[in-house]
């Protein structure tokens, strides 16, 4: 797989932020995935924690953009890392380090780990 579809899968997320709908978003995540979120200390576990936490990541009117991103793959798993930037409705934004671990299922790649967490010296 190319660098550049792994890369994409990024913006299919971005774009179902976009949507309004966290089950949009949840829908990109494989039903026992992992996210370790970026504006929350709660580790979320399956579809139903994780649509929880975009309910309300969502209302804030997120847009990312990827600033440095470091793809690699491994037959059927592929991992996309680096930093990336959210700009909120309200104006503020925050500058994170993403970790997203994809796995092909045979029909398409889904989030199987998701870590995202604000840059500290920030």
């Not at 470091?70 to 993403?98: C, E, L, P």
């Not at 796995?103 to 870590?115: F, P």
């Amino acid at each position: 797989m190319s660098d550049s579809h792994i890369a994409a899968l990024f913006e299919e997320w971005n774009n179902a932020l976009q949507t309004g709908e966290p089950k949009n978003v949840t829908a990109l995540y494989e039903s026992n995935a992992i996210l370790l979120p970026t504006i929350s200390n709660q580790v979320r576990h399956n579809h139903e924690e994780i649509e929880d936490y975009f309910i309300n990541f969502i209302a804030k009117g997120p847009k990312g953009v990827i600033n440095e991103a470091n793809i690699r793959t491994f037959g059927n798993i592929a991992i996309n890392s680096g930093v990336y930037t959210f700009k909120f409705s309200d104006g503020n934004s925050v500058q994170a380090r993403f970790t997203y671990v994809y796995r092909w299922n045979g029909q398409r790649w889904l989030i199987v780990e998701h870590h995202s967490s604000a840059l500290p010296e920030g």
